[in-house]
């Protein structure tokens, strides 16, 4: 698992890095009173924000630590699904089921397999856990912006991530997730931005599933 954590030149296992990062179980931070009561408030509201999610699609760009970018289509369906599907040239996927997280490598024809109980990811995709448990408030400049930043202090092998959130009626919790940023254990960076939001529309359960290239060459439709 730890070898997952680390950037390379292959674009999924950055996503994967990322995704472990966002859903490393953290411990909690508490912030010095007054401050505590208002940063409680953000954290419920950051974490109203993502169960509230039923469905969401949007688009999203990767950049990594030396600037090279490349984009996708994300499909959330809570509880438990996500999928990260990678433009042409890069041939790669990640994606969860429900039960089970894939890295889907098209080019080696290789199939990573991680149950989302024993997985990181699962604080994001397992309703049964809360981001509110695991993160702190960082201060902005801007009060339209909520910024929540995650650490597990024992598994620093973890890296950290802040998400950022922006003040969006119009979103699920009145919170929109726009970006986050992680950092792995050696600070290689790397920058997730989500744009073309599209909450609740109805997505089939077929969308998380995948052709397996040990048994096709085919890539997924």
Do not use: C
Not at 165 to 193: C, E, I, Y
């Amino acid at each position: 698992m730890n070898s997952l954590i680390k950037i390379t030149r292959k674009p999924s296992r950055i996503a994967l890095a990322v995704l472990l990062a966002l859903g490393a179980p953290m411990a909690v931070a508490i912030p010095e009173a007054p401050a505590f009561a208002q940063s409680s408030q953000q954290l419920d509201r950051a974490a109203n924000a993502l169960r509230s999610i039923t469905t969401m699609r949007a688009d999203f760009s990767q950049t990594d630590r030396n600037g090279a970018t490349v984009n996708g289509k994300l499909t959330l369906k809570n509880p438990g699904k996500i999928r990260f599907e990678y433009a042409k040239g890069a041939n790669m996927l990640v994606v969860s089921n429900g039960k089970s997280l894939y890295l889907v490598d098209y080019d080696v024809d290789q199939v990573e397999r991680w149950p989302i109980s024993k997985s990181p990811l699962g604080a994001l995709l397992d309703p049964n856990r809360d981001v509110k448990q695991y993160g702190k408030v960082v201060a902005t400049s801007n009060p339209d912006v909520v910024s929540i930043e995650v650490r597990d202090k024992a598994r620093p092998e973890f890296g950290v991530i802040t998400l950022i959130f922006v003040k969006d009626a119009a979103s699920p919790g009145g919170l929109k997730l726009t970006h986050w940023v992680a950092l792995d254990a050696q600070n290689n960076r790397t920058t997730v931005r989500l744009r073309n939001h599209k909450y609740g529309a109805s997505v089939s359960d077929s969308a998380f599933t995948f052709n397996d290239p040990r048994r096709s060459s085919r890539r997924p439709g």
